[in-house]
């Protein structure tokens, strides 16, 4: 089994910044790990993904240029740096972590409880 926990959510001005962070522990394999969404009334969406190896980033077209997301294997964590945010921005994020990664929530197999990311215009 592994274990997923997100950090780092909180309340942000409009074109503040804010980190979050995920921390994996538990069964060692590589896994890929993805961020994703869900503000009230909407769907959970995809934000972003990254590879094992982190030579491989994918994002969605709404945070493109805004958000970074990087892992560190050592610590077996991954972060989403999170730039210029926008009110639409608020939902509470999730990570997510498995074998095959991507951009469709299915392909996760671990996923934390989430945490709020409140952006204030």
């Known amino acids: 089994q592994v274990h997923v926990v997100e950090s780092g959510g909180g309340l942000v001005q409009a074109e503040g910044s804010a980190r979050l962070s995920c921390a994996a522990s538990?069964?060692?394999?590589?896994?890929?790990m993805g961020w994703f969404r869900q503000a009230p009334g909407k769907e959970r969406e995809f934000v972003a993904a990254?590879?094992?190896?982190?030579?491989?980033?994918l994002y969605a077209d709404s945070v493109k240029g805004r958000f970074t997301i990087s892992k560190d294997n050592g610590k077996n964590s991954m972060y989403l740096q999170m730039n210029s945010l926008k009110p639409e921005d608020t939902a509470v994020y999730h990570c997510?972590?498995?074998?095959?990664?991507?951009?469709?929530?299915?392909?996760?197999?671990?996923w934390g409880q989430g945490t709020q990311v409140t952006v204030s215009s």
């Open positions: 997510a972590a498995g074998v095959s990664g991507g951009m469709l929530d299915l392909s996760y197999d671990y």
């Open positions: 538990g069964r060692e394999e590589h896994f890929a």
């Open positions: 990254i590879s094992w190896k982190g030579d491989r980033t």
